[in-house]
């Protein structure tokens, strides 16, 4: 790569970071704050649409919990080896502890 | 009812029953940087004995109590958490520590209205965010830092940010990021 090449790059970059920084300063806080769980739900029906579509004869209920599946997979991918099993929550609200040292979330 | 619609409903369940809280992860990432997709909502409370089945049962059908109590590694919070079946969003509730940053973030935090709702919902600030996603460190954390950093970080108070990173050894990860960010 040449060193125009990189510097035009590095400009580009620097020139992304700045307009990305202008309209995220333009949205106020409260606003920007909810659109992460509305980009989710529009991605849960697109990844449903997709489900539905490889599987045309399936309910939207079976959709429904294919697409719980993939997601809870997901997130036990991303929390490997973060989380630890230390209690049960009784219906009373009480806790029970659990004494295995070495119990990890991905193993629910 | 969506992640959307379920994410306010918590909130303001937690307002209702007058359970002290924070939104924070991506919530407040969001808030101070740019906006990324989040399929949880993390919220500190500061529960007292009996308030999360408390809090389960104002919520009604839909939600589901996973009964696991989990301790994580980072920074020793330890969580629970509710499910929303009919859009597969969680709330992910995180009991307040005795973490020194912890309580004083906590005790920091900004009351913030949320537009649509006409609501108002609790944050940290965003020297805040920036220090607890530097203890957590993942690639999303520190891509969230970077965003906040560029976005935010003219009006930031640097001298408490430094006070807490040289606490918690990050600060030679912020010089990192803050070169990153070009800020």
């Not at chain 1, 409260?30 to 649409?49: P, S, T």
């Not at chain 1, 539905?52 to 697409?67: A, G, P, V």
């Not at chain 1, 719980?68 to 009784?90: C, P, T």
């Not at chain 2, 969001?30 to 529960?47: E, K, L, M, Q």
Request: charged residues 30%; hydrophobic residues 40%.
């Amino acid at each position: 790569m040449s060193v125009n090449s990189q510097a035009e790059i590095l400009a580009l970059q620097k020139s992304i970071l700045e307009s990305k920084a202008e309209r995220s300063r333009s949205v106020a806080p409260g606003m920007k704050m909810m659109e992460g769980v509305r980009l989710f739900d529009r991605v849960r029906e697109r990844v449903k649409a997709a489900i539905r579509s490889q599987n045309s004869d399936w309910s939207e209920e079976l959709i429904h919990q294919e697409f719980l599946r993939q997601l809870e997979n997901q997130r036990r991918h991303a929390e490997k080896g973060i989380y630890r099993v230390v209690g049960q929550v009784n219906d009373d609200g009480t806790i029970t502890p659990v004494t295995s040292e070495d119990e990890d979330v991905n193993e629910r | 009812m969506n992640g959307e619609q379920a994410a306010a409903y918590v909130l303001s369940k937690l307002e209702e029953l007058k359970i002290d809280h924070m939104l924070v992860g991506a919530f407040s990432s969001n808030a101070y940087g740019v906006i990324r997709s989040t399929n949880d909502a993390d919220i500190v409370v500061a529960f007292k004995e009996s308030d999360l089945t408390r809090l389960f049962k104002s919520l009604g059908e839909g939600f589901i109590l996973d009964r696991q109590m989990m301790l994580e590694g980072f920074t020793g919070s330890v969580r629970n958490v509710i499910k929303h079946s009919e859009s597969g969003f969680d709330i992910e509730l995180f009991r307040l520590s005795d973490d020194p940053h912890h309580q004083e973030r906590f005790a920091r935090r900004k009351r913030i209205q949320i537009n649509e709702f006409c609501r108002e919902a609790w944050i940290p600030t965003a020297e805040d965010v920036v220090i607890q996603k530097l203890r957590w460190a993942r690639r999303k954390d520190l891509d969230d830092i970077v965003n906040v950093l560029i976005v935010s970080g003219k009006s930031l108070d640097w001298a408490y940010i430094r006070r807490w990173t040289d606490e918690h050894d990050t600060t030679a990860l912020l010089d990192r990021l803050k070169s990153e960010a070009q800020c």
